[in-house]
C-alpha cells in the first residue's frame, strides 16, 4: 500500500473529513467502525481532527475562530492538480475544513484573512484568491495585501509602521497583519464570544479541523498562545513521503537530526521561557485574541524569526505557563517549496545566530545570561561558518538515541568547533 498523503488529491482530501465523521460518530455512541481500507496517513489525520471537533464542541460557548496565512507564490498550489501540477486547491479545501469542523454546532463561526506578501506572480496570488472568493460567494473569506497595509490604504496596524516595502517582510509582516485585521474585524461579535485566531501555512499540511483542538486550551482559560507540534511529544505526528511517523522516528530518522537539536539547545538555554516548546517553527498556531491584541504592536521582527519573538513577547507579559504547546498530524510538503540543505551550512548557522539576535534584543535586557548561558553565548558570538560545520559533524560522531533532552557542556563543543 502507498502510505503517502497526497495533498494534490481532492477525493483524499474529503476521505479524511468523511473518515473524521465515522470516528466522531463512533466517539459518540460507543460504536467501532472498521476504517481498515484507508491509508495510515488519513487515518492518523482523521482522528485528529475528530478529537478537535470532540473538543470544540465539548467547550460549550460561543467561539468566533479567525484563520490567517500569508501568500507568496502561492498562485500554482492554489489551483487545483488538473491545472498545476502542484495545485493543492487549497482555499476550497480549507474552507470545507472548516466548515466540517464547526457544522451543527450553532455557538461556533469563523472566518479567513488572507494576506498577500508582495506576491510576484500575474496575476497575483490575491487577485487568484479574490476571484475564487466570488467565484464561491463566500462572505467570511477575505483577501488584504501587505502593500496596501504598508502605504495606508489596507487595515491600520501600528506594529508594521517600520516596514516601508514587502521586500522587507518573509512572511512575518503579512501573518501580523492578518492577525491584527482578524483581531479588529472580530470587534461586532457578542460580548461573551470568545475569540481565537490562528495563523497556518497556505497549503494543506496542517488541517484545519485541527482549530478544535489548539482552541481548547484557550477556551479552557489557561493558554494564551497553544502552539502545534509537528514532533517531539507524545501524539504528534509527521507525515512524510512513505508514511506517518511518531517519535522517536520523526526526529530520530531525521538526516540532519543534530542539526535541529543544536539549534534547540541553543534556544533553551538563551531564551529559558520557550525551553518547553520543541517546534517553534510549525505553521499551526492558535492565540487568545483579547491577550494577543497588546502585544503585536512591541513586534519588531518581520522574516522567520517573527515567531519567536512572538512568543517571547507572550511569555515575558503572560508568563512561561500561557504557553502551551498541542500535538498535531502535520503532512510535509515539499512541492513548490524551498527547505535548507541537511548538510551544515550557512543557512544553519544563521537560525542559530537569529537565536542569539534575538535574545539579545528581548531576552538579556531582562535577565542577561550567567553560567553555562553566558559561556555558551560567549562560544556562539566566536562560532564561525568552518566551526559550525565541524561541531556538527563532531556531534554526529557522538550521536546516541537521545533526543530533545541532548545538552552538552560547552568545553566540549569548543572542541568539536
Known amino acids: 500500500m502507498n502510505n503517502a498523503r497526497d495533498l494534490t488529491d481532492d477525493i483524499e482530501n474529503q476521505a479524511v473529513l468523511d473518515l473524521a465523521t465515522r470516528y466522531a460518530d463512533d466517539h459518540d455512541t460507543g460504536d467501532h467502525h472498521d476504517t481498515g ?20 464542541a465539548a467547550a460549550n460557548q460561543p467561539v468566533h475562530l479567525s484563520v490567517v496565512w500569508a501568500m507568496y507564490g502561492e498562485t500554482g498550489r492554489m489551483a487545483n492538480r488538473r491545472e498545476h501540477p502542484h495545485g493543492e486547491d487549497f482555499v476550497r479545501a480549507k474552507v470545507r475544513q472548516l466548515d466540517w469542523l464547526t457544522a451543527g454546532l450553532d455557538d461556533v463561526t469563523w472566518d479567513i484573512v488572507a494576506c498577500d506578501d508582495g506576491c510576484p506572480d500575474r496575476p497575483s496570488s490575491a487577485d487568484v484568491m479574490t476571484g475564487i472568493i466570488a467565484e464561491q460567494g463566500y462572505r467570511n473569506v477575505r483577501v488584504i495585501r501587505l502593500a496596501d497595509v504598508i502605504d495606508g490604504t489596507g487595515p491600520s496596524t501600528t506594529h508594521l509602521r517600520t516596514l516601508t516595502s514587502t521586500d522587507q517582510s518573509r512572511k512575518g509582516g503579512s501573518i501580523l497583519a492578518g492577525l491584527a485585521a482578524a483581531i479588529d474585524t472580530a470587534v461586532d461579535q457578542p460580548r461573551d464570544t470568545r475569540h481565537v485566531v490562528c495563523y ?11 482549530l478544535g483542538s489548539l482552541a481548547a486550551p484557550v477556551l479552557d482559560k489557561d493558554a494564551t498562545a497553544v502552539l502545534g507540534q509537528r514532533y517531539g511529544m507524545p501524539g504528534a505526528v509527521l507525515v512524510k513521503a512513505d508514511g506517518p511517523v511518531e517519535e522517536p522516528h520523526s526526529t530520530g530518522d531525521k538526516p540532519d537530526k543534530l542539526i535541529i537539536l543544536f539549534r ?10 520557550l ?29 522567520e524569526t517573527f515567531d519567536v519573538e512572538l512568543l517571547i513577547h507572550l511569555a515575558q507579559r ?16 515539499f512541492a513548490a517549496t524551498n527547505f535548507p540543505s541537511i548538510d551544515p551550512g550557512a543557512r544553519h548557522l544563521a537560525m542559530v545566530r537569529q537565536v542569539v539576535d534575538l535574545h539579545d534584543r528581548f531576552v538579556a535586557p531582562v535577565a542577561p545570561a550567567t553560567g553555562e548561558a553566558a559561556d555558551l553565548l560567549g562560544f556562539l558570538r566566536d562560532l564561525d561558518l568552518n566551526g559550525y560545520v565541524r ?11 537521545s533526543l530533545f533532552d541532548r545538552r552538552w557542556p560547552v568545553a566540549e563543543l569548543r572542541r568539536l568547533a
Open 37 to 56: 481500507d484507508h491509508r495510515p496517513a488519513v487515518a492518523a489525520e482523521a482522528r485528529a481532527a475528530a478529537l478537535s471537533r470532540h473538543r470544540l
Open 200 to 210: 497556518t501555512d497556505a497549503d494543506l499540511s496542517a488541517n484545519l479541523a485541527q
Open 264 to 273: 534547540h539547545f541553543v534556544r533553551a538555554l538563551l531564551i529559558p521561557d
Open 275 to 303: 525551553a518547553h516548546v520543541l517546534d517553534t517553527q510549525a505553521g499551526f498556531k492558535a492565540f487568545d485574541a483579547a491577550a494577543l491584541r497588546p502585544v503585536l504592536p512591541e513586534m519588531t521582527s518581520f522574516d
Open 318 to 333: 503572560y508568563g512561561r505557563a500561557a504557553i502551551a504547546v498541542q500535538p498535531i498530524v502535520f503532512t510535509e510538503d
Open 391 to 401: 561541531l556538527i559533524q563532531g556531534l554526529r560522531t557522538l550521536d546516541d538515541d
